[in-house]
């Protein structure tokens, strides 16, 4: 069965911060993306990234980077986070093409 | 660029009665469509998707949607829903990245 992981359901970080979102899939999937969804916006893409050590910006780069070291596995990094971060984070990977994306349960950040 | 549009953000209807959730796109060249749900405090889940073929896709928990090229939409439908439904719907476009509709929340009453 599909699985993609993201380590933390709930977070809490103080503005200034710098905040690690760790994602991990076991499909052995080319692709991996990170998506905030906001209401009223739907899901937008922050990064994705077609190969490991490989990345490139989505709609939304600002105040974020990311790292893929390893196949499975995509992290999200805000450097310093801001209260405007306050968000739920999504990882997807996929496999290349246009085809599905799986998505992992989310990530729902609050920055004081 | 591409956009899609879902005109309804909220959808209240009935337990067992029909609905119709909508979803436009904007594109001039071949796309992959797909529709995805999103259960309270979870994830996206894959409901269908339109890679080619036959205009009308059947997906899980009984939703089919229809692709219509001259009108560019693709509007996923029930014939009958359950209060299991209510949850947030997401049309999306492929064009080697997913870009998503504003999603669509739909409440079944009792």
């Known amino acids: 069965d599909v699985k993609v992981t993201q380590s933390s359901r709930y977070l809490v970080k103080r503005t200034g911060e710098k905040v690690f979102l760790e994602c991990v899939q076991d499909m052995d999937h080319e692709n991996m993306f990170w998506y905030r969804q906001d209401p009223g916006l739907g899901l937008r893409l922050i990064y994705f990234s077609y190969d490991v050590k490989m990345k490139e910006k989505g709609d939304i780069p600002e105040g974020y980077s990311v790292s893929r070291e390893k196949k499975e596995r995509f992290s999200l990094i805000l450097e310093s986070a801001s209260t405007n971060q306050t968000s739920m984070y999504l990882c997807a990977s996929s496999s290349p093409g246009k085809d599905t994306q799986y998505f992992g349960p989310g990530t729902r950040l609050t920055v004081l | 660029a591409q956009s899609v549009t879902q005109l309804d953000s909220q959808v209240p209807v009935f337990e067992e009665a029909p609905v119709e959730l909508r979803c436009n796109y904007s594109?001039?060249?071949?796309?992959?469509l797909f529709w995805y749900v999103q259960y309270p405090n979870q994830g996206l889940q894959l409901l269908l998707k339109?890679?080619?073929?036959?205009?009308l896709v059947k997906g899980i928990n009984g939703f089919e949607a229809e692709f219509n090229k001259s009108q560019t939409s693709f509007h996923l439908r029930k014939p009958s829903v359950h209060i299991s439904d209510t949850a947030e719907y997401f049309c999306?476009?492929?064009?080697?990245?997913?870009?998503f509709g504003s999603g669509t929340r739909l409440l079944v009453r009792p």
């Open positions: 339109y890679l080619s073929g036959s205009t």
């Open positions: 999306a476009v492929s064009d080697h990245k997913l870009i």
């Open positions: 594109s001039s060249v071949s796309v992959y």
